[in-house]
Nanobody, 120 residues
Framework: QVQLAESGGGWVQAGGSLRLSCAAS????????MGWYRQAPGKQRELVAT???????NYADSVEGRFTISRDNAKNTVYLQMNSLKPEDTAVYYC??????????????WGQGTQVTVSS
C-alpha cells in the first residue's frame, strides 16, 4: 500500500513561514488528488488546500493568498508553502492522497500528521 511521509512542521512566530512536504511511496497506482487538511484541538478537521493531477487548486478562504499548494508528480510529493502565519493556523496538519483508479476503485491515504504551532 501507499505510505505518506510528512515533514516541515514546527514552531514559528506570527508572520513567519513554514513549508510542509508529503511524499508518497509504496505500491502506487496513480496519484490523483493530493491535499492538506488540519485539525485544531476541539475542532473538526478542515480542508486547507487540494491540488488535482491536472494542477487545479482549491483553498480554504482562511488561507487563500497566504498558502500555496504545489506538487511534483515525478517525486509523488505535495508541498504546502505557508506564509504570513497566524496563531489561528496552529493545528495538526494532515497530508491526504487519493490513489487510483484501480479495478477495485480509488484508495485514500492519510499522513500521520505534523504539528504547526504559531505563537503571537
Amino acid at each position: 500500500q501507499v505510505q505518506l511521509a510528512e515533514s516541515g512542521g514546527g514552531w514559528v512566530q506570527a508572520g513567519g513561514s513554514l513549508r510542509l512536504s508529503c511524499a508518497a511511496s509504496g505500491t502506487i497506482v496513480r496519484i490523483n488528488r493530493m491535499g492538506w487538511y488540519r485539525q485544531a484541538p476541539g475542532k473538526q478537521r478542515e480542508l486547507v488546500a487540494t491540488i488535482t493531477s491536472g494542477g487545479s487548486t482549491n483553498y480554504a478562504d482562511s488561507v487563500e493568498g497566504r498558502f500555496t499548494i504545489s506538487r511534483d508528480n515525478a517525486k509523488n510529493t505535495v508541498y504546502l508553502q505557508m506564509n504570513s502565519l497566524k496563531p489561528e493556523d496552529t493545528a495538526v496538519y494532515y497530508c491526504n492522497v487519493l490513489d487510483g483508479p484501480a479495478v477495485w476503485g480509488f484508495y485514500e491515504y492519510w499522513g500521520q500528521g505534523t504539528q504547526v504551532t504559531v505563537s503571537s
